[in-house]
């Protein structure tokens, strides 16, 4: 017993003589309070850095001693996932849903038949009026996709998409919509698609993280945080936020006076303390420590090259619209994404607000594709001309769709029943369409494509049975498709 104490003892002050003078402490410190978990980020260790897999690293659920079978469960053609999330819900009539019997009957009645009994945010006891835009769409490539012309860089680029225009979702408000779009449940606590899929299948990166998030874009419709938690999954899936300019993280330097050889010496003199400590109380969260002190460790090696681009050719900066420094951009962060994939990071996600229109959605979605279609484009095509676009699955879309129907006369309200989103690359059938919805733009009128069967073939190209994938906690197996979700075989390759 007074042996216990006097280790215990021994164990804080070491911590408090040490640990506020070490950058990569301090690191590791912000690392876990972006969760609001400061021992979270790491409950596993890993015996294989780039194999993962349940079947050779995790437990199924905290403590159970049980290994659940090794992921992946099927050859994949998805390695890692680049999602470019418009956050507010971007109006598929002004982006890849072209209908001309809206602008045929602009400003007339909707047929109440299509109406009746839906819930909407905003327009439920309003006059329900056809709204047409007038932004003018193009059939491009050989598989004649219709593309809006505010996006001129992705027209091009229409034969690598597969463009789904039936998307459905449960909510019909900003919060619980993302969080719905995001872990398959509307509540907030679920984990993140980027946390089941570090879970699922490791980390393919020893000195980044597994699940980055970068945002830009204007003030507007706040994001949860909720989006990219890795709920009641261990803290090591966490979505880590890294900044789009200046260094996209804090306290990457040493402290002065500080070497890089004193600062390994003493986080392994933590480490090993550490590890005293969890073998005399098998505390998981003592892993997360060890995890999270060395990777905050190699970041600051790995980061700052990173966000270095003066390697870049200047024919790729020009491709993304960027010089050598990220500025904060959305090009800038698509260009740190390709970065990011190259270097093994399993899920990055581009979170790009101001897609919320409810008054002038014209000029608001041509003043938000000028800002992203630039992005967009360069990363598919740099991510093709340099081999990975056949592995690396990217995916364009929102929370929810917008209404057929005028708010105030120049916006859409949220809809739950119809919506677009696109991707590539990965296994996907590039030059499709899936989905057609009715003459109106409503609702689905032939494959509505549900968020739980998006998260379902998302999971399937990256190698997972999406009812494979699960976690035992309070007693249930929780995945992320929830009871639902089927794979929709007609957008893969």
């Known amino acids: ?30 690392l876990g309070s972006l969760n609001g978990q400061s021992d979270a980020w790491a409950a596993e260790t890993t015996t294989s850095g ?72 905003f327009l439920q006891y309003e006059a329900l009026k056809c709204f047409g835009t007038d932004v003018g769409f193009k059939k491009c490539g050989q598989s004649g996709q219709a593309i809006s012309n505010l996006l001129p860089n992705l027209q091009p680029l229409a034969d690598e998409l597969c463009v789904v225009r039936t998307l459905q979702t449960d909510q019909v408000n900003h ?29 393919e990166s ?33 979505g880590v936020e890294f900044y789009g300019s200046q260094q996209p993280l804090n306290y990457l330097g040493s402290p002065a006076g ?23 109380t098998d505390d998981p969260e003592i892993t997360t420590r060890i995890n999270q002190y060395e990777l905050a460790f190699q970041m600051q090696t790995s980061v700052p090259e990173l966000a ?65 279609d630039q992005g967009c484009a ?16 990217v995916i364009w879309g929102g929370e929810f769709g917008r209404t057929p129907m005028s708010q105030g006369g120049s916006g859409r309200d949220h809809h739950t029943k119809s919506g677009s989103l696109w991707m590539a690359g990965g296994g996907v059938r590039a030059g499709s369409s899936y989905g057609e919805t009715d003459d109106f733009g409503f609702t689905a009128a032939v494959d509505p494509f549900h ?13 997972i049975n999406h009812k494979k994938l699960t976690y035992r906690y309070k007693g249930f197996n929780f995945r992320l498709t929830n009871v639902h979700g089927h794979v929709i075989q007609e957008v893969l390759a």
């Open 175 to 203: 919060d619980p919509a993302h969080t719905f779009m995001n872990t398959g449940f509307s509540l907030a606590g679920r984990p993140s698609m980027g946390s089941w899929l570090s879970y699922g299948l490791g980390s």
């Open 50 to 121: 780039a194999s993962g897999g349940i079947g050779s690293r995790d437990s199924i659920g905290s403590g159970s001693g049980q290994t659940g079978p090794g992921f992946p469960n099927h050859p994949p053609t998805a390695k890692r996932v680049i999602y470019l999330y418009m956050s507010g819900g971007p109006s598929q009539f002004e982006t890849f849903d072209d209908k001309p019997m809206l602008r045929e009957l602009n400003g007339k009645p909707i047929p109440k038949s299509l109406t009746a009994g839906v819930k909407l945010a």
């Open 206 to 238: 020893a000195n980044l993280p597994d699940f980055v998030v970068m945002r830009s874009g204007p003030l507007g419709q706040p994001i949860p945080t909720t989006a990219w938690h890795n709920g009641f999954l261990p803290g090591k899936h966490q």
């Open 378 to 393: 360069a990363l598919i095509a740099d991510l093709k001309q340099r081999g990975m676009l056949e592995d690396t699955l």
């Open 258 to 280: 500080v070497s890089q050889s004193t600062q390994r010496q003493t986080i392994d003199s933590i480490q090993a303390i550490n590890r005293l400590h969890h073998a005399r």
């Open 451 to 463: 968020v739980h069967d998006f998260h379902a073939t998302v999971l399937h190209m990256l190698g």
């Open 308 to 372: 270095d681009f003066s390697s870049e050719s200047a024919e790729t900066q020009s491709l993304y619209g960027v010089a050598g420094k990220p500025d904060g951009s959305f090009g800038s962060n698509c260009l740190m994404a390709r970065r990011m994939a190259e270097r093994g990071v399993r899920f990055i996600q581009l979170y790009h607000t101001g897609w919320d229109h409810h008054s002038g959605v014209v000029k608001g979605v041509t003043d938000r594709a000028k800002e992203v």
């Open 1 to 30: 017993m007074h042996r216990r104490i006097a280790l215990d003892v021994t164990r804080r002050h070491f911590f408090s003589r040490t640990a506020h003078g070490i950058g990569g402490a301090a690191l590791a410190g912000l």
